[in-house]
C-alpha cells in the first residue's frame, strides 16, 4: 500500500461556491459488461439527480479492462481502484465517479491485499478551503477462492492484517484537516456495539433507546472494529433493513 497515483488539476473555470456535496455508495458486483454500466449510471442519474460523488465497489475490473461507459463518460470522471488479476479472487476492484469539471481528485493511499480493496481520494474543490477525504472499501471475508495469495495465510492472520488496514484508515480521517468520509461494506455485523455509548466522559445528555434488536452475537470483528471507531473519534451513520437486521 501507499500512494499510488496522482491526478493532473485541469484548468477549469470559475465556480461559484459548493456548501453541500452530495455523496453515495453502491455495490455494483461488477461492472465489465457495458451494458450493465450504462444501466447503473442511468439509474443513478434518474433517481440521484443531485449526487456529485459517487463510490461503487466490486468493480470487477483489471487494469486491462475498457469499460467505454466510463472511461467516456460526458458526466462522470472515473477514478479506478482496479481489482488485482489473482487465481483467489473475482470480487475486487472500485470505481470514484466525480462529476466532470466539478472537483479535483487525487488518490493518497490504496490497500489491496488479505481481501480488502480500500482507497484514500482527496477530493477538492475550488471553493473549499480544504478538501473532502473520502475513502471507499470493500472487505470480503477469508473464504471461498482457496489459491495461493492471502488464501495460504490462516483466518486469523488475514483478519488481524484487515483491522490494521481499517486502523490505518482511521488514523487518517482522524488527521484530514477537512471532513472526512469513508463508504463501503465491511461485511462485519456490529450490532447493539454501535449503539452503546463509550465516550469518556460520558454525554451529559440520556442515551437514545433504540429499536433495533439484531439477532446476532457481536464478533471479535465488530469489537475490533468499535475500537478503532472510539479510539479515532469517529461516527457511524449504519443503513439497516428493518429492527432485525445485523
Excluded at 450493465?36 to 443531485?50: K, R
Excluded at 474543490?125 to 490462516?154: C, F, I, M, V
Excluded at 470483528?221 to 432485525?244: K, P, W, Y
Aim: net charge negative; hydrophobic share 35%.
Amino acid at each position: 500500500d501507499g500512494a499510488s497515483a496522482t491526478y493532473k488539476k485541469r484548468k477549469r473555470g470559475a465556480q461559484g461556491p459548493l456548501a453541500q456535496v452530495n455523496i453515495m455508495e453502491w455495490n455494483v458486483g461488477g461492472l465489465k459488461s457495458e451494458s450493465d454500466t450504462w444501466s447503473y449510471l442511468n439509474h443513478i442519474e434518474t433517481e440521484w439527480p443531485d449526487m456529485h460523488l459517487v463510490v461503487l465497489t466490486e468493480s470487477h475490473l483489471l487494469e486491462d479492462d475498457i469499460n467505454t461507459e466510463l472511461s467516456a463518460n460526458e458526466t462522470w470522471e472515473a477514478h479506478h481502484l482496479h481489482q488485482h488479476d489473482s487465481s483467489y479472487t473475482n470480487w475486487g476492484g472500485m470505481v470514484l465517479l466525480a462529476r466532470k469539471g466539478m472537483f479535483t481528485v487525487r488518490l493518497q493511499q490504496e490497500f489491496q491485499d488479505y481481501y480488502l480493496d480500500a482507497a484514500i481520494w482527496e477530493v477538492d474543490h475550488d471553493s473549499w478551503e480544504h478538501p473532502l477525504q473520502l475513502t471507499g472499501y470493500y472487505r470480503n471475508q477469508p473464504a471461498g477462492k482457496n489459491q495461493g495469495g492471502a488464501a495460504t495465510q490462516t483466518r486469523a492472520d488475514v483478519e488481524s492484517t484487515q483491522m490494521a488496514a481499517l486502523h490505518r484508515i482511521g488514523k487518517a480521517m482522524n488527521a484530514a484537516q477537512g471532513p472526512a468520509l469513508a463508504l463501503g461494506d465491511l461485511n462485519i455485523a456490529l450490532g447493539k456495539l454501535q449503539e452503546v455509548w463509550s465516550h469518556n466522559p460520558p454525554p451529559t445528555c440520556r442515551q437514545r433507546i433504540s429499536q433495533h434488536d439484531p439477532h446476532i452475537t457481536p464478533s471479535s470483528l465488530a469489537h475490533q472494529m468499535m475500537a478503532v471507531v472510539n479510539t479515532e473519534h469517529l461516527m457511524i451513520l449504519n443503513g439497516r433493513f428493518g429492527s432485525g437486521s445485523a
